[in-house]
């Protein structure tokens, strides 16, 4: 008999949420950055074996929100944990319990929400400091489970996707076999090159920056993609496009790159760069540009 879960990833930011998800897929379809806040969507990732198929959703991480796209994103945390049947807490190894985890593990304890605890990042840790960090969490919750694991070196990776396992129940599958994610290719390709732009540039600029892809062509052995970088300032785009053009460049070679590897034919990629004063406060612009509850919540 076939099984599956809904599994929700949650944690702070930057612990490592969207390292984990690709390592458990085996496959890269959520962007990963060291800037906090990398993730703004709900990512589905899926991986089919045997007779189990898990349904992970990755989630933003936890914050405080400051602009009307960080309360979108908390949002999307918080129907996140209503709608699945089991969760996985990402943390690090430290020996204290952070705010915002604390209102999270108070959100799984008010659903009963089955839930894994995962400490992340141990290959930079030591083992008393593992052991400090499970005597904390263990006196705020009673996990089903405590997995440590290095998920960008895919060390206690297949133990997390075990205990998992065990949430799973007998149901007919909800996707094909041999898919891995329901993000449409449109998402993943803004994605990848907001990656980029998290990656190359610094500090303010990346958080004010959203992609949107205006041409997506399929033309069989090429695809044509056309894609706007909007920022909220134009020493932003002066920055991001560079002197001579060279940043600009760079960030669309590198997601060339990564866009020719996930979709398996050549890509012509076509960047450009535009303001748009205070987009993350603006209702209409954060609905143009993908982040609306109607998105991921209907």
Known sequence: MTKTGFIAILGRPNVGKSTLLNAMVGEK????????????NRITGILTEGENQFVFIDTPGMHTPRTKLGNYMVTAVDKTIGETD???LVVEAEPYVHKTEHDIISKLKKM?????????????????KIAETITAFSAEHDFDAVVPVSALKGKGVRDVLDEASGFLSE????????MITDQPERRLAAEIIREKILRLLKDEVPHGTAVVIEEFTDEKKLIRIRAEIFCERESHKRIII???????????????????????VKVHLDLWVKVKEKWRDSNFYLSDFGYDKKNDFE
Request: glycine share 6%.
């Open 29 to 40: 379809i959520t962007i990963v950055s060291s800037k906090p806040q990398t993730t703004r």
């Open 242 to 264: 560079g002197k001579s053009g060279e940043m600009l460049k760079k960030i669309g070679t590198y997601s060339r790159e990564d866009l020719e590897a996930f979709l398996g």
């Open 112 to 128: 009963s929400i089955p839930s894994i605890l995962v400490i992340n990042k141990i290959d930079r840790s030591n083992p008393a």
């Open 171 to 178: 149901s007919p599958w909800f996707f094909p076999e041999d």
């Open 86 to 88: 089991s969760a996985i």
